[in-house]
Nanobody
Framework: QVQLVESGGGLVQAGGSLRLSCAAS????????MGWFRQAPGKEREFVAA????????YYADSVKGRFTISRDNAKNTVYLQMNSLKPEDTAVYYC???????????????WGQGTQVTVSS
């Protein structure tokens, strides 16, 4: 089992920045690939970014490429999502997730956090 707790969400104006954190506990964090997903009201949960267990490989959705950065600190059992140049369409609940194999769809991930709300005002 892996327990995940997100933090860092909030209300920000368009063009602003936020950094989300996801703290993990339980089984060995460094053995899992980690991902960030988001879900806006009335929409399906969508892939945002993912990072390999070592941090050596990262992947992004086209909609966030160049604006968001995923990183991890295995010594702190934490994964981060730095979000810059935020847009109103980035408004959603953001979830972190852990997977034994890197993937881009929710079904690829075994463990989920409870989510943190990000709201970007225009």
């Amino acid at each position: 089992q892996v327990q995940l707790v997100e933090s860092g969400g909030g209300l920000v104006q368009a063009g602003g920045s936020l950094r989300l954190s996801c703290a993990a506990s339980g089984r060995t964090f460094s053995s899992y690939a980690m991902g960030w997903f988001r879900q806006a009201p009335g929409k399906e949960r969508e892939f945002v970014a993912a990072i390999s267990w070592s941090g050596g490989s990262t992947y992004y959705a086209d909609s966030v490429k160049g604006r968001f950065t995923i990183s991890r600190d295995n010594a702190k059992n934490t994964v981060y999502l730095q979000m810059n140049s935020l847009k109103p369409e980035d408004t959603a609940v953001y979830y972190c997730a852990a997977s034994e194999g890197l993937g881009y769809t929710p079904v690829s991930y075994d463990y989920w956090g409870q989510g943190t709300q990000v709201t970007v005002s225009s």
